[in-house]
């Protein structure tokens, strides 16, 4: 008697599309992993510089009080937990108080200019993470004795 034989298992082109498939599968899988790593990463650094902002802020407004009384700009820069910062102020308007009625000589008292308000730039680094910041802060000349 003259038996069929049988095929068990795979043919070669059954192999090959499978290993296309699961290669492709991988590599997408893989893309899509790194792209979530680095969005973390990124993520992470605009943490840092958000929580670095409210230590910077002070040291800005110090630096910029301590000015001399005649200078228009002022920079700096420094490095605060991992995050590098760097600022620069000009002034934008230097003024006086307004004029009040002077309780004891019942006249208009005119005052000296004394505040300065300041244009500030400030920009954070941390990696490759940058961010910039633009606000205004005020000054003021100390009364001398």
Do not use: C, H
């Amino acid at each position: 008697m003259i038996g069929k034989k049988f095929q068990t298992g795979f043919t070669l082109i059954e192999v090959l599309v499978a290993s296309v498939i699961f290669v492709a599968s991988i590599s997408a899988i893989s893309l899509a992993y790194r792209g979530a790593l680095f969005a973390s990463a990124r993520a992470d650094d605009n943490v840092q510089i958000s929580g670095v902002v409210p230590i910077v802020l002070p040291e800005v407004q110090a630096s910029l009080q301590r000015v001399d009384s005649s200078a228009l700009s002022s920079a700096g820069s420094g490095n605060t937990w991992g995050v590098e910062y760097e600022w620069s102020a000009t002034v934008i308007q230097f003024r006086a108080a307004k004029p009040q009625l002077g309780l004891e000589s019942r006249r208009i008292v005119e005052y000296e200019p004394r505040f300065k308000l300041w244009e500030v730039n400030l920009t954070l680094t941390k990696n490759d993470t940058e961010s910039a910041f633009q606000y205004r802060e005020l000054s003021w000349l100390n009364e001398q004795g």
